[in-house]
């Protein structure tokens, strides 16, 4: 589905229940004050006005690459989790194929840590044995179609999406892949930190093999191969800055056009083979595709094969035994996000279930973790940050009133989704089997392939969800028009219904103005109100709203991270916009809409509008490690927490007024620097 995310479900930002990382954190409500450090001025720096005790006196726990709100609460929820499977692990008695007796099986297959250890690499030695038979690059390309979720797709990536120019029909969609490493230029870039990221990836692949019987001198060799391949690869890729740009990745071919256009793959017959046969597909990335027509005959066959095996034993490792396990988070806890120690198996097992059958322990966890009068709550915020969303939009000094009936059209047809869906995935035909934890993964992984690919042909389900309702997350979606905020998001910090106005405005409404606001993005802006990717606005309109997006892009780019690394303005700009935007509509919502928003009265010390900026600031509390961080900034379209808050309050008039920012501070920015858009 293409979404848009409010932010990183685990590894992003900020605030805590408590400075050091407890099993059962002690709970707090509204703002937590013993957070801040008074000694720092707001003028200066806000984020660590609010924040600054919080970053001294945190240790980030050994399991964890940060530590804050997101973290925090996830990890709430986790227990949560645990007690809602733990019950039904335990419930012995359930009917076969029920929701208590799948999920609970399933759980309980992967804390059986005994049997997995038995089985160490045996789950995976079939499909080892199938790609050891292939004896050509048609026995290549017909592997990759025939076991996609076995390694295939690290040469053909397909998927069944919609339209984005008809977005209530379903198409095929063919996608950049072929590389294991975050981006890129992770393979030419020669800085310290990319070299032993590079060299951790050579090792990991390594390790694989030779944890399945390959001599190491071999597998270090293969390793190698496969490192230059992929570099050749990585090439022809859209940077994630690109991809950034819809209307170039929308390229709509006949099938048979473009497969005459790479005509080494024969793509027809791969395309059939992965039950996406269809007269027209649409290519993101076409140099990917016709990178590899020439790729897949030149370089040795044998190099392709053990990709495609190290692509399949990455994707299992961490249902193998524990050298396989502890090989993939060496490489991708430790090195990658600097993460010290494993999570508990429990914690892993419960994002599994969660991953894998959401809709199921979903339904378990919104009966007893959320309350009806907490969706009622959110479908007021929503309609008021709705309504003064429209009338911002009516009152903007650079749209054309030809462009402004087309937004508030777009904004008038948004569907929000709140909760949990409507209608639950039921996951039929599923049958989980308590002794064989391998099994049950392939079988759900089956099972939601074949879900994605039976939708070729039919209408596009609207009632659909991208995330489950445990999710500590939100997004919006614009080939749906939709904005969604699952059950596990609506928890403190960010909505807590005991909690003033003030503070849940600053942060659950921030929230829903931020999701609102992808609507009208760099990215969402050129969806219509139906979803399709066509534009609407005025040619000058458009000139415009690039010209004030650069004073963002500008802003963010001047900000450094580590070691002389600043943020990608170009690759934030819509999470940065959105930020903005959002504070901007919830904070007039509180304003006119609240009578905390019109009184004078102070709470701790603290006007209403000062508690509503702290409230946003506190939303992003986060201490995150230095590699976790890094790889952040190279990847990640959200900027870190820090510029989350000073960023977009750097730019709000009435940020300045509450606390007092004059010119020479260092939250000041001069009024024809300042970003004014939504």
Known sequence: MNRISFSLLVTSSALALAFMATDEPKPVRGLDLSGMDKSVNPREDFYRYVNGSFLKNTEIPASQTSWGSFNMLYEANQRNLKTLLDAASADRKAAKGSLIQRVGDFYASGLDSLAIEKRGYEPVKPILAEIDKIRSVNDLLTYAAAHPLEGGSAILGAGVTQDSKNPDVHIVGLRQTGTGLPEKDYYTKTDEATVKIRNAYVEYITTLFTLTGTPEATARKQAADILALETKIAASHMSRIEQRDPVKQYNKFAQKDFAAKVPNLNLPARLTALRMSSDSIIVAQPKYYETLNELIQSEPLETWKNKVKFSALSGAANYLSSPFVKASFDYNGKTLSGQKVQQDLWKRRASSTDGMMGELLGQLYVRDYFKPESKKRMDELVANLRTVFARRIEKLDWMSAETKTQ????????????????????????????????????????????????????????????????????????????????????QWPFFDPNADDAVNYGAIGTVIGHEMTHGFDDQGRQYNYMGMLRNWWKKEDGDLFKRKAQLVIDQYDNYTVLDGL????????????????????????????????????????????????????????????DEALRLRVNTDPHSPGEFRTNGPLSNFEPFYEAFGVKPGDKMYRPDSLRAKIW
């Open 407 to 490: 937004a508030l059209r777009k904004l008038a047809a948004f569907t929000p989704k709140i909760g949990y869906p409507t209608k639950w995935k039921a996951y039929e035909g599923v049958v989980i089997d308590r002794n064989n934890f391998f099994g049950n993964v392939k079988t759900l992984a089956q099972w939601r392939y074949n879900d994605m690919a039976s939708r070729l042909g039919k209408p596009v389900d609207k009632t659909e969800w991208g995330m489950t309702p445990p999710t500590v997350n939100a997004y919006y979606s614009p080939v749906r028009n939709e904005i969604v905020f699952p059950a596990g998001i609506l």
């Open 566 to 625: 600043h943020v990608k303005g170009q690759l934030t700009l819509g999470e940065n916009l959105a930020d903005l935007g959002g504070m901007s509509i919830a904070y007039e919502a509180f304003k006119t809409l609240t009578p905390e928003g019109k009184s004078t009265e102070k709470i701790d010390g603290f006007t209403p509008e000062q508690r509503f900026f702290m409230g946003f600031a506190q939303m992003w509390r986060t201490k995150t490690r």
